[in-house]
Nanobody
Framework: QAQLGESGGGLVQAGGSLRLSCAAS????????MGWFRQAPGKEREFVAS????????DYADSVKGRFTISRDNAKNTISLQMNNLKPEDTAVYYC????????????????WGQGTQVTVSS
């Protein structure tokens, strides 16, 4: 059974950095585009970033552009999200997801989802 598992979340002060990782198991995701989404309390899940299967193309939400970097290692079946200059408004549960489409910003475009990892940014 295909699974995605996030790690790397935690508590950080504003201006700090965190690196999230997502490990895939049960199947290879090398031909899937991968994305990161987040959901803050009381808000809808929103797109953060995505990367094509070849890693040649990336897409970012305006709110994180210039601060977050998505990357992938197909040999290790992992993707990462480097988050710099974090702000309190980045506080959310972060999810990784896999899609057969690219670009893909809509939740419905993704076929597999992880359980999420909490990121909390204090002011």
């Amino acid at each position: 059974q295909a699974q995605l598992g996030e790690s790397g979340g935690g508590l950080v002060q504003a201006g700090g950095s965190l690196r999230l990782s997502c490990a895939a198991s049960g199947r290879t995701f090398s031909r899937y585009s991968m994305g990161w989404f987040r959901q803050a309390p009381g808000k809808e899940r929103e797109f953060v970033a995505s990367i094509s299967w070849s890693a040649h193309n990336t897409d970012y939400a305006d709110s994180v552009k210039g601060r977050f970097t998505i990357s992938r290692d197909n040999a290790k079946n992992t993707i990462s999200l480097q988050m710099n200059n974090l702000k309190p408004e980045d506080t959310a549960v972060y999810y990784c997801a896999a899609s057969t489409r690219y670009p893909a910003r809509e939740l419905g475009s993704y076929d597999y989802w992880g359980q999420g990892t909490q990121v909390t940014v204090s002011s």
